[in-house]
């Protein structure tokens, strides 16, 4: 197999360095602390990992606010800090691809202060000016709550420079030649020190064009067809995931023919999900995946259930939104902008048939899956910190001292652990659940440890929806050379069953995969199947060698 198409089967795991593991003791996590922590995902069974921005930064959007694209921010550690991640990384055969936060830098970064002094500055072309804040008028605000237009007064220079995040995040002038070369240095730089790639941030709004959204604009697509062509010479094996939150045709279009983006995250995919869950019904799903499946050759939607920002709904429409806050977001503080901010267990309600009902989709549906940090543990989080901090607590390793997340005074810790009574870290922890073996993190393992042994079929088969009367049952087959596996999902929160028309799989036999549990094989009247509320099972469809009459001989270890 080529080794560069390494993405295509891999498991993801998104972290924030300031997030995972303290190691000199300030309250902030850090590179070394991280290095400490990857024999916990090498055993987890994770490939690779997603670093958060780890560059220098005043940290106003969590360093998405980049004030100097050479360095780490102190605090994260020094450069050989890093190296040496990477290295161990690399040793334990985990990649690491990082932020590429391209759209925008902070208003501390030396380029703008530069800019902004003055009108004849070398870098004010590389930024975006008006005299009013009336250009572009078509282009939306993204976080509406705090930002009321895409323009700031720069009071100095009387001008107006457009941003299309915080007021302190000054887009960049992509139409400058100067800036689209800085760009591919800053990629050069990284994937020098030995990066495997990046998650390229607000991928849709580099360009900018009077009379557009500003979104989407063909000549975004054609940089970053440019940067893709420099990395497939300059770094083959590299790759590129999207960050384009935007309807499916838009979303598809990131993989140009093949030449654009590796990945792009499956926004459409993501909120339907929780939408089929709510109407215990699995048509959103059907149709999303429908919409978005004729990707090229070599592309991999990378599915996510949740991440560190709030769960977006800016992409459903305006009913699909009402059913997610309906369900999902009964306080107000568990809103931000157009969305949901709450880890996945929250925010529902804490029910292990559901998160498990959840992975297994994410696990089994096309594409790449990826983890957010503390999710494997079912981790809490915590609606009174503001922005999106409170799913950026502390990871929780063991019931010690501030979760054996770091060993200073509690007060001193750059957020506080969870310490709600339904999710405290004395229970919710590495260290406890590596104990209990029906823990969370113990059956994550196991998925991921299941899925791994089917993993071209999951990662790369194609798939097939079986039609069935019940809505409540979502029903496909994953199909890759001569494998198949089947996979079923009750929605909905009450025992039920179907009946599959399986006819063109007659003769196969379905061996439960995370138990090897048979079943009938499949004959010539329709399958009937029961599923427990939110049940699931994933069945790999063999060529029986032995009877039915054989599947209760033999010894059952589970
Ligand atoms: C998307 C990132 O995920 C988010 O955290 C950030 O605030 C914006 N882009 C702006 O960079
Ligand atoms: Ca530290």
Redesign the pocket.
Known sequence: MNDNLWYRDAVFYEIAVKSFHDSNNDGIGDFNGLTMKLEYLKNLGIDAIWL?PFYKSPLR??G??ISDYYSILPEYGTMEDFKNFISKAHSYSIRVIA?L?I??ISDQNQWFIDARSDKNSKKRDWFIWNDTPDKFKDARI??IDTENSNWAYEAGTKQYYFH???SQ?PDLNYDNPEVREEMKNVIRYWLNLGLDGFRA??VPYLFKREGTSCENLPETHEYFKEIRKMMDIEFPGTILLA?ANQWPTEAKKYFGNGDEFHMAFNFPLMPRIFISLAKRSNRSIIDIINQISDIPDDCDWCIFLR???ELTLEMVTDEERDIMYNEYAKLPKMRLNMGIRRRLAPLVDNDRSTIELLNALIFSLPGTPILYYGDELGMGDNIYLGD?NGVRTPMQWSYDRNAGFSKVDAEQLYAPVITNPNYHYESVNVESELRISSSLLNWMKKIIGVRKDYKELLGRGAIEFINNKNQRVLAYIRKYENQRMLCLFNLSRRPTYVELDLSNYKGLKPIEAFTKAPFPRIGDLNYFITIPPRGFFWFNLIIPETDDSMDFEGEDNY
């Open positions: 958060l959007d969590d998405y606010d932020d936060v759209n925008h993204i976080f299309r995040f915080y995040q941030d607000a960050e991440n560190h920002d999106r």
